[in-house]
Nanobody, 124 residues
Framework: EVQLVESGGGLVQAGGSLRLSCAAS????????MGWFRQAPGKEREGVLC????????TYQDSMKGRFTIYSDNAKNTVYLQMNSLKPEDTAAYYC?????????????????WGQGTQVTVSS
């Protein structure tokens, strides 16, 4: 059974930091691109970052460059999203995704598996 289990979300003040974790199981982690999407109430889902064997780390939103970092620990089958200098507009549900292949994509339909999501709320 494939599982993507996110953790690390919560309430933080603007300017603070959070690290989200996604523990993967049930598939060969090294064969998958791993990423994060987010969705705020009333807004469309958007790609955040992705990491893959061919592309390395890819950031999809200019507003996140320099603030958000993705990295993985293949020995633990876990991918992380480090978020610094958080802003109220970063408030959203964050979802871990996994897509079979060596490349990333900003399209959520590319990904095969989704986690249940973890809520991040940034207060002003």
């Amino acid at each position: 059974e494939v599982q993507l289990v996110e953790s690390g979300g919560g309430l933080v003040q603007a300017g603070g930091s959070l690290r989200l974790s996604c523990a993967a199981s049930g598939f060969t982690f090294d064969d998958y691109a791993m990423g994060w999407f987010r969705q705020a109430p009333g807004k469309e889902r958007e790609g955040v970052l992705c990491i893959s064997s061919s592309d390395g780390a890819t950031t999809y939103q200019d507003s996140m460059k320099g603030r958000f970092t993705i990295y993985s620990d293949n020995a633990k089958n876990t991918v992380y999203l480090q978020m610094n200098s958080l802003k109220p507009e970063d408030t959203a549900a964050y979802y871990c995704v996994a897509g079979h292949g060596r490349h990333c994509s900003s399209s959520y339909s590319y990904y095969d598996y989704w986690g249940q999501g973890t809520q991040v709320t940034v207060s002003s």
